[in-house]
């Protein structure tokens, strides 16, 4: 899908932009999708055929990308690039049809969640990115929206990404930590996760994180996986680690409303109900949804046997 010699080669970009396919993307970060028979995520999730939605796409107009234009990739002989826009309620597009990535991200396929992930991450970058970090002046795209060079001194930027540990701590048997941030509603929780500082390593973020939030040590930290987190520029890693559950926890003022402790078989009923985006009713534990790496690591630990 990517491909950064395409990015340089105007020539090749100019060739195949009469077939070419836009992403577009509201200043909402909301695009237009075909939510099939289903508003939202289904039940059954397919990390490749998704579950129920699919990216729509624009066709191209004029005779070359506008110089706003992010070249996200080329698939299958096509071209998709990135733009802002608005809903074109001439072409009969529906408003109500848009959604965000954090909404539809899960319920996409691959292709439509790679590109959507894309270009929700380099256009938010572009808007942050209008002025020089050096001297003020006004940066330009260059590079099919790959980079920005300033007008004063020609110095080059490029999308940034903030990387962020999270971490499943579990006790090694029939436990598993979580907390709840104060910004959440009351059953809302999820496994813990912070950014990493500069001149830290990994590992010794996951650490730190997890003692000052919760006041717990953690050993045996394992790689698990990663996922992009455009929101706006995050970069989960995540990890899993033992610690004591014996150990009283202590959640940090002003960043953990409260933590504990929950049974396999407590996590397995939680998954069972849903996610965050559900009715809560009488429910006491609120998960995470399916386009969080947090949900693919509490599925995974509770499908343990």
């Known amino acids: ?18 077939k070419a396919r836009l992403v577009v993307l509201d200043e909402g970060g909301r695009t237009p999708v075909e939510w099939g028979d289903v508003r939202g995520p289904r039940d059954r999730w397919d990390m490749i055929d998704g579950s129920g939605a699919r990216l729509l796409t ?8 506008p110089d706003d234009a992010v070249l996200l990739g080329e698939h299958d002989g096509i071209a998709y690039w990135a733009i802002r826009g608005q809903v074109d309620l001439v072409a009969g597009e529906d408003p109500t049809d848009w ?9 996409l396929d691959a292709l439509g969640a790679g590109l959507l992930t894309g270009a929700v991450a380099v256009l938010n970058w572009h808007a942050a990115a209008q002025f020089c970090t050096r001297d003020g002046s006004p940066m330009h795209p260059r590079n099919a929206g790959w980079h920005r060079v300033c007008e004063a001194g020609g110095h080059e930027e490029y999308p940034r990404t903030d990387p962020a540990v999270i971490c499943l701590v579990h006790d090694g048997a029939d436990r598993v930590l979580l907390a709840r941030q104060p910004v959440w509603p009351e059953g809302r929780f999820s496994v813990l996760a912070g950014f990493v500082e500069a001149g830290e390593s990994l590992e010794a973020c996951v650490l730190r994180e997890i003692h000052e939030e919760v006041g717990a040590v953690v050993r045996d930290v394992h790689y698990l996986g990663s996922q992009a987190w455009p929101f706006p520029r995050s970069l989960m890693i995540g990890f899993h680690a033992q610690a004591d559950p014996d150990v009283p926890l202590r959640p940090a003022d002003g960043e953990i409303a409260e933590a504990m402790w929950v049974t396999r078989a ?7 109900d849903g996610d965050w985006s559900g009715d809560r009713g009488a429910r006491r534990l609120l998960l995470p949804g399916r386009v969080s790496i947090a949900r693919s690591m509490l599925e995974s630990w509770a499908a343990q046997d």
């Open 58 to 65: 624009r066709p191209t107009t004029g005779d070359a990308p």
């Open 266 to 272: 407590e996590l397995r009923e939680a998954l069972a």
């Open 99 to 107: 959604a965000d990535l954090r909404t539809v991200g899960a319920a």
């Open 1 to 18: 899908m990517r491909d950064e010699p395409i990015r340089t080669d105007r020539e090749r970009q100019l060739a195949g932009w009469p």
